[in-house]
């Protein structure tokens, strides 16, 4: 429609050459308004560019421009203009509090809140001395990207199944829901399975007691880091399949809490080990397990997030059986660095060699990790599993992966070609790493069947349904 536009402003401009001079910007500026308020939103979307060549730093043409793309539901090229319009705008009339609307609609128009919160926190340090009227109008958005958020995230519920009788609008206190069982312990915190007192609804509740923090960070300086990329990674990524979905945070004067769904398969480490024994599992299993965990990590490298610590004992699984990704405590925030912590990170059997050497690890670290995890899934042990973590991190970096018999059989060719292409000593070398996430899901491993007919002994063959499961 733009396109289509933009030729007819040429031509009607063309048409008047003769009569009068070119148009300035100015002009143009005036006759994309005019535009505008008839609702020829193409239109004046073409009139603000022509008017942008000539004038390609005026911060109101970009938040004119910004509004179109807004009206025509072009929202990344919203956000773009929007952005443009606060960089080039003069700093007496910082904030620009147009601009920052029209940035703030069209990340909430992508569900991209957090950074739509972020926007207007910088506005409001932008105010300084500024009168109410100033900053009223960017208090009324952070209301309003707060309902929308609301909005959104109980359609996402809904739509997961993911039900709560809690108001969404308030946020509960800690004393309404009953410990009923404990479901886990980590380095400074303990999860438990709690029953809201009124609804009667289960939860998991991560309960982090304040003074073990403060003994921890005698030996782990980054843990208090540690909690918050925690809480930001979760909120970043809230209302993915795939993601743990967190509620809300709480404390109280001993301890911090962390208000999540009640994954009730556990852990998906438990269904890898047979009376203490690793064993693998059946091949539609594995390749329906690993199609969840990577659509997981496709929507958090999508948002930025290396998640550093993927293994089999931080992937949850749902009543549905559902895989959710957990525990990113030691995640890596590739747009804010702020929470990051060291390069070495991670736990040694899954450990990339570039995270092992502590150089500067990537998405595709996480690519290394889930290479491991298919292993595991068909073969019940991580490849470069050892006696010691110094072992591990021997073989890691030798990257030479060690089939069992069982893997060797012809028609177990896909599930080892899947293993070789992501476990690769060059980060760039390994799928996905180059061409993004749909290398992976092109894979052959990823079908049920080869040339119409199964070629394994699995009774029960998965397809792989990407698009409709996102």
């Not at 003074?211 to 993915?240: A, S």
């Amino acid at each position: 429609r733009a396109c289509c536009a933009l030729r007819g402003v040429a031509a009607e401009m063309s048409a008047s050459e003769g009569a009068e001079s070119a148009p300035t910007a100015g002009e143009l500026k005036d006759r994309g308004n005019q535009r505008f308020k008839t609702g020829d939103f193409p239109g004046a979307l073409a009139l603000y560019s022509q008017a942008l060549l000539q004038d390609p730093q005026n911060h109101l043409l970009f938040a004119n421009r910004a509004a179109c793309n807004l009206r025509l539901a072009q929202l990344e090229d919203a956000v773009a203009d929007a952005q443009k319009a606060l960089e080039f705008c003069p700093e007496e009339q910082q904030p620009y509090v147009k601009g920052f609307h029209r940035l703030t609609q069209a990340l909430c128009g992508l569900h991209r809140y957090e950074e739509a919160q972020q926007a207007v926190e910088k506005a409001l340090k932008g105010v300084g001395g500024a009168d109410a009227a100033q900053v009223e109008p960017i208090l009324k958005m952070l209301t309003d990207i707060d309902a929308r958020r609301t909005e959104f995230e109980a359609a996402q519920l809904q739509k997961e199944g993911i039900k709560t009788g809690i108001d969404p609008r308030r946020k509960p206190r800690v004393k309404e829901f009953e410990p009923v069982e404990e479901l886990g312990t980590g380095n400074f915190s303990t999860i438990v399975r709690a029953v809201h007192r009124t609804t009667g609804e289960e939860f998991a509740l991560k309960v982090i007691h304040k003074e073990d923090i403060k003994k921890t960070k005698r030996r782990h300086p980054n843990v208090d880091n540690e909690i918050q990329m925690e809480k930001r990674v979760l909120l970043r990524c809230r209302g993915h399949p795939n993601v743990l979905y967190l509620f809300h945070t709480l404390q109280d004067y001993h301890s911090l809490y962390f208000l999540t769904e009640l994954c009730s398969g556990g852990e998906l480490w438990s269904k890898l080990n047979f009376r203490g024994r690793g064993a693998g599992v059946a091949r539609s299993l594995a390749t329906f397990w690993t199609a969840e965990t990577v659509r997981g990590l496709s929507f958090l490298h999508s948002r930025g997030i290396v998640h550093r610590d993927l293994k089999p004992e931080n992937l949850l699984i749902d009543a549905r059986g559902r895989v959710k990704l957990a525990d990113f405590g030691t995640a890596k925030d590739l747009e804010d660095a702020s929470l990051n912590g060291p390069e070495f990170c991670g736990t040694p059997e899954y450990m990339s060699p570039e995270a092992i050497c502590s150089r500067d690890a990537g998405a595709s670290a996480d690519l290394w990790a889930l290479g491991c995890i298919v292993f595991q899934f068909l073969t019940g042990y991580p490849p470069f599993r050892a006696n010691s973590p110094y072992l591990s991190f021997l073989r890691a970096k030798r990257g030479q992966v060690r089939f069992p018999e069982h893997l060797s059989q012809e028609h177990d060719f896909h599930a080892r070609d899947l293993v070789s292409s992501l476990v690769v000593l060059d980060p760039d070398g390994r799928l996905g790493a180059r061409d993004g996430i749909d290398a992976l899901r092109l894979h052959p491993f990823f079908r049920s069947t080869e040339d119409g007919q199964e070629r394994h002994s699995n009774p029960n063959p998965v397809t792989i349904d990407w698009a409709g499961l996102e």
